[in-house]
């Protein structure tokens, strides 16, 4: 059972790319530490701080002893503070830092997504142990976080100092110059405090027990304006397959959708035309709205053979067709070696030498394609 450790406490003004191999780090005893009393946690003052990001009170039309009609979420001089929100799991304590690739929520991400946000994560962790603790690790070192001396998820000493006040005026955050706002800004997105949602779309779902959200003024006018003119040119490309290839559309639903399965040939085209529509606008299993995009894009522009004969491997490695096995290579159930990782057995598949396996493997997977 997982129980969330927090502290609030409301006090007054006076109070003052590439793959990045993942491995389980083993935090031996034996390891640099840096001791806590060789830091001091000194954040930068309000004034002069970039304003693009910044930590607002949640204000809703709901009661809140006429607060709501000022527009205030609290009253004057008045803060909520809380603790980075610790879980404690059959004995193990885990931060919720939005900075620990081996947490369950990241290792449940699909692997290209995984593999992005690990090296998010590590380029932020190196950047903060640089400015923090003066060492300088390599991303992309096998032993990158055994080489980590603040920054370790099991660092209790340093993440238990780790807080957030908030009060009615906002709270900007710059990252770019303050490394705890950096390590804040990562909490808070990752859920690490309560009292403050990653954006107000999720403060309007959390309701009125949210105090505070995350503002980020991500894009100006000419960045909209591009991702706008991205959007488009993706419709664009879905409307063409539609009106004159959705033979071509199947294959590209079946390319880019993590949930590739739900397709046959007797789905409508209606459907995967929707299906697609919500992919772009990072409503599909991807979410980030860009990558989405351009992933569509991008599969739009390949060649139906190249399309198609990605369609089948994908189906097949889902259906059990082709499988990975404890040697570390892929074979079909028939026994075929066909490659150490998919995109080997994609090349294998492609060579007019081996037209029996893929006649063998395209011939199973349309059995599951004609249902």
Not at 114 to 128: C, F, G, H, N, S
Not at 326 to 340: M, N, Q
């Amino acid at each position: 059972m997982a129980k969330k450790k927090t502290t609030k406490k409301a006090t007054t003004k006076a109070e003052v790319a590439e793959t990045i191999t993942i491995a389980e780090p083993t935090f031996e005893a034996v390891q640099p530490k840096v001791s806590m009393e060789d830091f001091t946690m000194i954040e930068k003052y309000q004034q002069g701080k970039n304003q693009t990001i910044a930590i607002r009170p949640y204000v809703t039309d709901n009661e809140n002893m006429g607060l709501e009609n000022y527009n205030m979420s609290l009253y004057d001089n008045v803060y909520h503070e809380e603790q980075l929100t610790c879980l404690d799991v059959n004995g193990v304590r885990r931060y919720i830092t939005g900075l620990n690739e081996f947490a369950p929520e990241i290792k449940q991400l699909p692997r290209a997504e995984r593999e992005a946000k690990v090296r998010q994560i590590r380029t932020a962790v190196a950047e903060l142990e640089k400015m923090l603790a003066t060492n300088v690790i390599k991303v992309d070192d096998p032993e990158f976080w055994n080489k980590v001396k603040l920054l370790r998820p099991n660092n209790d000493e340093f993440w238990s100092k780790i807080s957030l006040r908030c009060g009615n005026e906002p709270l900007f955050l710059d990252p770019g110059k303050d490394p705890y706002d950096l390590i804040k800004l990562f909490a808070i997105k990752a859920g690490g405090f309560s009292i403050c949602a990653k954006d107000l779309a999720s403060a309007k779902k959390k309701g009125p027990g949210c105090k505070f959200y995350l503002d980020e003024v991500k894009e100006t006018a000419g960045t909209r304006t591009e991702l706008v003119k991205l959007r488009n040119k993706a419709v664009a490309a879905l409307q063409n397959l539609y009106d004159t290839n959705p033979t071509k559309l199947f294959y590209v639903a079946k390319v880019v959708d993590l949930n590739s399965s739900e397709y046959n040939h007797s789905t409508p085209n209606d459907v995967v035309y929707e299906n697609m529509d919500l992919f772009i606008d990072g409503e599909g299993s991807e979410s980030n709205f860009v990558r989405a995009a351009k992933t569509f894009i991008d599969a739009s522009r390949e060649n139906m053979e190249d399309l198609k004969l990605k369609a089948i491997l994908k189906d097949a490695n889902y259906y059990g067709i082709v499988v990975s096995k404890s040697d570390g290579k892929i074979y079909t159930d028939s026994h075929a070696l066909i490659g150490r990782t998919m995109e080997d057995a994609l090349e294998f598949l492609k060579s007019p030498l081996n037209d029996e396996v893929l006649a063998y493997v395209m011939k199973k997977v349309e059995q599951y394609w004609n249902i």
